[in-house]
């Protein structure tokens, strides 16, 4: 049976600010289509190749290696194609600071019942004599509209950012999305956001879209009981 309680237990903020949106109705149809979904696999693997790399300098063919025991079987491949883009990109763009702060961990707040947020970076590196926070997304698609990637670096700002440590620093955030390099024929290749990028939203901005979280999460508890309560009657 499905949980109602995993609206109120988001993995990460970029899942959270995902289903958000500055509308009660479009926001709650997103919730409600996380309750109907389920997930197999997970990107876990991708992301446990990547910090070793960048801690412990493993090369393509260990991670490689990595993924290919780790995890569901259905989500292997998706796993090593983004263990393949992430290399691409170091190999370009060598992540080679000194890892930091290990298990670092900060919560942000999304209202009452819920669980805070966890923004967890993927590792944190010294470079140039700042602290960098490294956060790993490997989708495929960047799942963010303008106005959820300006929610999800408010967030990071609020949390991460807000510490004395990471205030003047770029930061790295790292997408792997696929982009179609022919008539079938898909590839992933890095993408890299810093702070500074997108518009951050306001105070009230930022409550307004807890407060609409908080009613959306009433239109998808009533779905879920009509929901379920009609599957029981069957």
């Known amino acids: 049976m499905t949980d109602f309680n995993k609206i109120n237990r988001p993995p990460a903020a970029e899942h959270w600010s ?16 996380f309750l109907r979904g389920s997930v197999t696999w997970n990107y876990q693997a991708t992301r446990n190749a990547a910090r070793y790399y960048i801690e412990d300098a493993i090369d393509r063919e260990t991670a490689q290696k990595t993924v290919a ?9 998706h796993n090593r194609d983004a263990v393949d883009a992430f290399f691409d990109y170091v190999e370009n763009f060598p992540i080679r600071g000194v890892p930091a702060f ?3 961990v900060e919560w942000f707040p999304i209202g009452p019942d819920a669980k805070p947020l966890p923004i967890r970076p993927l590792s944190v590196t010294r470079e140039g004599g700042l602290f960098v926070p490294n956060f790993l997304n490997p989708w495929s698609e960047i799942a963010f509209d303008s106005y959820q990637a300006s929610l999800y ?10 510490l004395t440590d990471f205030e003047d620093s770029p930061g790295r955030i790292i997408f792997l999305p696929k982009w179609q390099i022919g008539p079938r024929e898909w590839k992933r290749k890095a ?11 306001s105070d009230r901005e930022l409550n307004d879209q807890i407060r609409i979280f908080i009613e959306s999460k009433e239109i998808a508890s009533k779905w879920f009981r009509e929901h379920f309560d009609s599957k029981k009657k069957q």
Do not use: C, D, Y
């Open 153 to 162: 670096m408010t967030i990071l700002e609020r949390s991460v950012f807000r």
């Open 69 to 77: 025991m780790k995890g569901n079987p259905a989500g292997r491949p």
């Open 18 to 33: 995902r289903m958000q949106h500055p509308e009660v109705n479009r926001t709650a149809k997103r919730l409600i289509a």
């Open 102 to 104: 290990t298990s670092l």
């Open 191 to 201: 993408v890299i956001w810093t702070r500074g990028q997108f518009p951050l939203l």
